[in-house]
């Protein structure tokens, strides 16, 4: 899955559910391939776009 395939996929997360949680990004986006300051950047867009980051997933 090429970068860009990946940021949409969790921003379309986003749209929908109105969150992402830290986790997902996590795992889309892992520390071996993508630096802190794009991690950083692409959370500064999610946020601009008014998706909200949780901790985690909530439970039923």
Do not use: C, Q, W
């Not at 830290?22 to 601009?48: M, Q």
């Amino acid at each position: 899955m090429k970068e860009h395939d990946v940021y949409e996929a969790i921003i379309e997360i986003g749209r929908r559910r109105g969150n992402v949680t830290y986790e997902e990004i996590n795992d889309a986006l892992p520390p071996e391939f993508f630096s802190l300051e794009e991690l950083e950047k692409f959370v500064r867009l999610l946020l601009g776009m008014g998706v909200r980051l949780t901790p985690s997933a909530a439970r039923n």
